[in-house]
């Protein structure tokens, strides 16, 4: 899935953690970061730039070096070295790891018949342990564009009734102006009902 997804569904996970603020943005990025396998794309599209032969970094390690149980502990690892409470973030970022292997298990099927992208859980180390869904579908499929829109869809109401928003995970600044807006806009709705 989009990272963009990705960070919408764990912030929708950690809504009812009970965690503090920071310790919500901490387990958010973590469940974005195995996505990080992915940048070998940035080499894949400059190698043939500079006349070299494209290393396919991307179709290596995109879906195997984080997508599995080692970003699952390492990731939330990382994290917790920035958090309040240790514990309990560590938990949640194994959790939103794991709600990251979820998402692309079933919609980060490729744009031809042969692009299912498989859960390698346990590599680099093993080969093992690999699950795949022929019925993954593709990246923009509309099952993908509904699961966003509903995410969106969430923080307009966690905006509007509790004065939360994944823009504070970007600004605190924007987000008291997102709320505030939301939070305006829904008090006019109510009043014409």
Do not use: K
Request: aromatic share 12%; with cysteine.
């Amino acid at each position: 899935m989009n990272p963009i997804t990705h960070l919408l569904a764990s912030w929708s996970l950690l809504e009812a953690s009970g965690l503090p603020v920071r310790d919500r943005a901490i387990v958010v990025w973590v469940g974005v970061a195995p996505d990080l396998d992915g940048l070998g794309v940035i080499p894949d599209t400059l190698a043939p730039l500079f006349g070299q032969a494209d290393p396919a970094f991307f179709g290596r390690y995109h879906h195997f070096l984080l997508h599995g149980l080692l970003a699952a502990v390492l990731l939330p690892a990382i994290g917790i070295a920035f958090a309040r409470r240790r514990f309990s973030t560590f938990l949640w970022g194994v959790a939103a790891v794991h709600l990251h292997l979820a998402c692309d298990f079933v919609g980060s099927h490729g744009p031809t018949a042969d692009e299912i992208w498989p859960i390698h859980y346990l590599a680099p180390f093993s080969q093992g342990l690999t699950w795949s869904w022929s019925g993954q579908w593709a990246l923009n499929a509309w099952p993908n564009f509904a699961f966003t829109v509903g995410l969106i869809a969430f923080g307009f109401v966690r905006a509007a009734a509790v004065g939360h928003s994944p823009v504070s995970l970007i600004s605190v600044r924007a987000h008291d102006v997102f709320v505030a807006a939301v939070q305006a806009r829904w008090s006019q709705l109510r009043g014409r009902v």
